[in-house]
């Protein structure tokens, strides 16, 4: 089919809803990886500078991203391993190991998930991993096996960073870093946290052998980049099937996004949170009030959106059940001789 006969395809208004709804909550649910990371280009170059290093290279390094929560630091990172594991070279030798603090709550959980995620525990044998003790000699025995230009480079991300260094005498972190600073295996340490005083929590021992290297994300968004990126959001691609319906659509978004009132909602969001998860349940919310008789997001349904966001959710839960109340002569002062139930609706 030719591309003109694709621009006339008219859909029925009603396939046009399902279809948006579609592309709209899949783009809010999914937290797909934008093409490139906005506001943030000189930290996306310093970051896969360092990654490629190590997957290329066989340098060693370390490095932490701090920032606010929601400021965008697993989201830089899983945009410059993407670009990174487009080289089909680097897709193949580069091993990586995920961990989380609040999952990996001491040294020997972190452990045995390393060696899952590395698949060692297939090269063990009738060996058996009877300490703590075993299984950090194994494994250092396994990541310093070779040397850099046999050795496969290995990734280490260390998400919640800080929550790792409350482990007892900081074991893991001492002897990752540690394997980072040798001339053998070539080994990076990314940690991600939202303190900016991580470096106080690490001992002497730990602080020496880490790279002191930093990015910091540190919002710098205005409210104007704020509400372009809004109606980024909610618009319509070329690639939607109807051309008009989209035209008309964005054309909606558009005057949305000027209109006063919704401007006063955005702008109330925009100070309260910079966060986009906190924006997309708005968004959400705006959205699931489009139907076939009313196809566009008017300022009312950003103002109703914003008030289900902001009420109490456990008031909600309560919200018309009716409970029965008991008031006895023993618990509270009453005169007569019998006890009274009082109905009370919420």
């Not at 494994?139 to 800080?162: I, Q, Y």
């Not at 809004?230 to 939607?240: E, R, V, W």
Request: proline share 3%.
């Amino acid at each position: 089919m030719s591309k003109r006969k694709v621009k006339d395809v008219h859909l029925p208004t009603g396939e046009c809803i399902t279809q948006l709804q579609q592309v709209l909550r899949e783009r809010f649910c999914h937290q797909r990886l934008p093409e490139k990371p906005e506001g943030v280009e000189a930290q996306h170059k310093n970051l896969l500078e360092l990654l490629r290093r190590t997957a290329v290279h066989g340098e060693s390094n370390s490095l932490l991203i701090v920032g606010p929560r929601g400021a965008g630091k697993t989201t830089l990172l899983r945009c410059a391993l993407r670009d990174l594991l487009q080289d089909k070279d680097v897709n193949k030798n580069l091993l990586q190991v995920h961990l989380n603090g609040l999952l990996q709550t001491d040294d020997r959980i972190a452990l045995k998930e390393i060696t899952r995620q590395l698949h060692l525990e297939n090269v063990v044998g009738d060996k058996v991993f009877g300490s703590f003790a075993e299984n950090l000699a194994f494994l250092l025995e396994a990541l310093k096996k070779g040397d850099r230009s046999s050795s496969r480079p290995a990734l280490f991300v260390l998400d919640e960073f800080d929550l790792f260094a409350h482990h007892k005498n900081q074991t893991l972190l001492y002897n990752l870093l540690d394997v980072s600073q040798s001339a053998q295996a070539p080994v990076a340490v990314v940690g991600l946290t939202c303190r900016l005083d991580v470096m106080e929590l690490l001992e002497k021992r730990v602080k020496s052998r880490f790279s002191h290297r930093q990015i910091l994300l540190l919002s710098s968004l205005s409210f104007p980049q704020y509400q372009q990126r809004i109606q980024a959001q909610l618009s319509l691609t070329d690639a939607f099937p109807d051309a008009h319906f989209a035209e008309e659509w964005n054309s909606s978004i558009k005057t949305l996004c000027e209109d006063k009132s919704a401007q006063d909602v955005f702008r109330r969001q925009f100070h309260f949170s910079t966060d986009f998860r906190s924006l997309h349940t708005l968004l959400v919310f705006c959205l699931s009030r489009v139907t076939v008789s009313k196809p566009v997001i008017k300022a009312a349904d950003v103002l109703e959106a914003s008030r289900l966001c902001l009420c109490d959710a456990k008031a909600n839960m309560l919200h018309g059940n009716s409970f029965n109340f008991e008031l006895h002569k023993d618990s509270i002062y009453w005169p007569f001789s019998f006890p009274v139930v009082l109905q009370l609706e919420i």
